[in-house]
């Protein structure tokens, strides 16, 4: 089972950006489509981003669409999300995920994805 430790998260201003890597431990990452994922107090966590096992397919929330990216470095076993042009309704809990081997593509259904980290918070102020 692929283990998932994300970084990166802090506090910072509306309109500022940060990356955030989620590195892979296991030998099977590089055939893995792998998602991000938030959760803010209070509500249920939600689809950010997710990519395909090569890096030729991404899908996007609306909501994020048009500043966020999801680059992979399956070199390096790594994902990452490169947030730009921060909101403070961006603030929340974010959490890598995998889906399981065999399953290459993106999806943004939670239910779809097998192994999580234990999440980095995003605290974006105004």
């Known amino acids: 089972q692929v283990q998932l430790v994300e970084s990166g998260g802090g506090l910072v201003q509306a309109g500022d950006s940060l990356r955030l890597s989620c590195a892979a431990s296991?030998?099977?990452?590089?055939?893995?489509?792998m998602g991000w994922f938030r959760q803010a107090p209070g509500k249920e966590r939600e689809f950010v981003s997710a990519?395909?096992?090569?890096?030729?397919?991404?899908d996007y929330a609306d909501s994020v669409k048009g500043r966020f990216t999801i680059p992979r470095d399956n070199a390096k076993n790594t994902v990452y999300l490169q947030m730009n042009s921060l909101k403070p309704e961006d603030t929340a809990v974010y959490y890598c995920?995998?889906?399981?081997?065999?399953?290459?593509?993106?999806?943004?259904?939670?239910?779809?994805?097998?192994?999580w980290g234990q999440g980095t918070q995003v605290t974006v102020s105004s």
């Open positions: 296991g030998r099977t990452f590089s055939s893995r489509a």
């Open positions: 995920a995998d889906r399981p081997a065999g399953y290459t593509g993106p999806s943004s259904r939670p239910t779809d994805f097998g192994s």
């Open positions: 990519i395909n096992w090569s890096g030729g397919s991404t």
